[in-house]
Each structure stands twice: as C-alpha cells, then as structure tokens.
C-alpha cells in the first residue's frame, strides 16, 4: 500500500494535475476568510466548503492519471484491484490533510481571531467532513464508474451542487448550516463529529460501489 501510494503521488506531481484543484483551494480561502473577525466556526465553515470542493476535483483527477490499460497493469500488480482503489482514496485523504493545514492556519493568519482548542477541533473535523464527502462523491464521478470525462464532469458538479446547497442535507450543508448559524466551537463538536462520522461511512459506500463497478466491466 505503501508503494502504490507513493507511486500515484509520485505521478500527480510529474502530471501536475494537482495544481487546478490546489489553486481553487487557495483562491476560495482567499475570498471566503479574508480579514475575518469574531467567532472561528464561520470561518472554518469556509475553509471545509472550500475544501470540500477541492477534494472533488483533486480526487477526480488522481483516479484518471491511468488510462485503462495502465490500471490493468497496476491492478495485476497491486495483486487485487481493491488495493489499487484503496491506494488512490489513501492519496487523495493524505492531500486533502496537508490541505486541511492550511485551512486551519489561513484565517488566522489573515483575520483577527483569538482560537482555543475548541475551535482548531472544531475546524479539523469540519475539513475532514469535507474531505471525506469530497473525496466519495470525486471516486463516484471519476474512472472506473465513468469512463467519459464531460459525463464524470456533469456528474460531479450535479452532485457537488445538491450537497453544498439542498437544505439540511447532510454532512456538508447540514455543516455548514450549523458552524454559520452558531459561534459555540464546543458545543458544535458533537454535531460535526456525527457528521463526519456520516461523512467516512460515505465514501467507504463510494469506494464499494466503484470497486463493484471495475470488477464487473473487468
């Protein structure tokens, strides 16, 4: 497992496809918590939002660094293709936490804010919500299940949209609701962490699915 993530970083940063996901990122930071002040949790719903979206992208475009023959190849060697799928979804989480990083220190940096530990609790387990539900819907919309980029690309911001805008919807715009609506870090913790919670059991339903999606059309 190691390896193989190594090997899809390794390729992501030759191909630098990395760099569109990482740039809407950091510019929806830029306009979203820019010379914030006050309470954290909004602006850390920000940062999730923000996140949420790029993970979508960054994940679509880790699944389709390999054209077909090559994952054939890579699945033989990875000895079953359930690893090869779990080696990407372990690629995408691993840079969506040097993200998340960012995310918990850009509107610090920016705006005037006095965190506690509540509130960097609380904005990690927001952005892994985020994260988590990016990357499920970004392995549903990207290869083996759709081999045609303009439908993977119809697909996911159809997805993206109802989940970051269809009322109490969870995880991401029940999250965001909730951190928008409230300015106690600690008393939103238990809420998110279900979420979250929701969030991981998502993506572990995704990754199933195109798992069960590359063993039929195999």
Request: hydrophobic fraction near 55%; charged fraction near 5%.
């Amino acid at each position: 497992m190691t390896a193989l993530v190594r090997y899809t970083f390794a390729l992501a940063l030759h191909s630098q496809r990395y760099l569109a996901p990482l740039l809407l990122f950091t510019g929806l930071m830029a306009v979203l918590t820019v010379s914030g002040s006050g309470p954290l949790p909004p602006a850390y719903a920000s940062s999730a939002g923000a996140l949420f979206v790029a993970s979508t992208w960054l994940t679509v475009a880790l699944f389709s660094l390999d054209a077909p023959p090559q994952r054939a190849v890579l699945a033989v060697s990875t000895g079953h293709p359930l690893r090869m799928l779990l080696g990407q979804v372990a690629t995408v989480l691993l840079s969506c936490l040097l993200l998340s990083v960012l995310g918990l220190l850009f509107p610090l940096w920016v705006g005037s804010y006095d965190p506690g530990p509540a509130d960097l609790a609380l904005g990690a387990v927001a952005q892994l919500t985020g994260a988590l539900t990016g990357c499920a819907i970004g392995v549903l919309c990207a290869r083996p299940v759709f081999r045609r980029q303009g439908y993977a690309l119809v697909a996911a911001l159809a997805l993206v949209m109802t989940a970051l805008f269809v009322p109490g919807l969870p995880p991401v715009n029940r999250l965001l609701r909730l951190m928008a609506t409230s300015s106690d870090s600690a008393a939103l913790i238990p809420g998110t962490a279900a979420l979250l919670a929701s969030a991981a059991v998502l993506l572990a339903l995704a990754t199933t699915l195109a798992h069960a999606v590359a063993t039929r059309r195999d």
